[in-house]
């Protein structure tokens, strides 16, 4: 496999490890107590984008084919676009401006997205122009 498939291929399973493991760690969401705050289904969508961008970045990892890294950028791409709209627009975060899911989650969660977009759009760009 190219070495540039590889440098792709990791950093998009770090980042979306990171997408993971954020809202539950450094940029941690709100947690459960007398009332489940909307920021706690964030983290619970997150988790579950985190580990799907992951694994297709393993996937990436293992295949050489341009049309399966292409395919798979295509997975990466809508999960990343999920990573971006749900504190955003889909599901959103608390309400209080003060908050540490609004001033540290939200921002991070949607930094690892734009992240990942961008980098699955640059390597899809590369695979296009060798194919």
């Known amino acids: ?9 990791l ?4 980042l979306g490890a990171l997408t993971a493991i954020a809202p539950y760690s450094f940029a941690h969401v709100c947690e459960v107590g007398e009332k489940v705050m909307k920021c706690h289904w964030t983290g619970r969508i ?7 961008i992951a694994v297709l970045g393993l996937l990436k990892l293992i295949s050489a084919d ?4 292409l395919g798979l950028n295509a997975g990466i791409l809508v999960n990343a ?3 971006i709209l749900t504190p955003t627009v889909l599901i959103g ?3 209080m401006k003060s908050m540490h899911c609004v001033t540290v989650a939200k921002p991070t969660l949607i930094v690892f997205g734009i992240l990942i977009l961008v980098t699955s759009l640059i390597q899809s ?6 194919k």
Do not use: D, R, T
């Not at 496999?1 to 291929?9: E, L, T």
């Not at 760009?125 to 060798?130: A, D, G, L, R």
């Open 66 to 69: 341009v049309k399966y890294q």
């Open 11 to 14: 950093l998009i399973l770090v």
């Open 46 to 52: 997150e988790l579950f984008l985190g580990i799907s």
């Open 1 to 9: 496999m190219k070495k540039v498939n590889v440098i792709f291929s």
């Open 81 to 83: 676009l999920g990573v």
């Open 93 to 95: 975060v608390c309400g």
């Open 125 to 130: 760009f590369i695979e296009w122009k060798k």
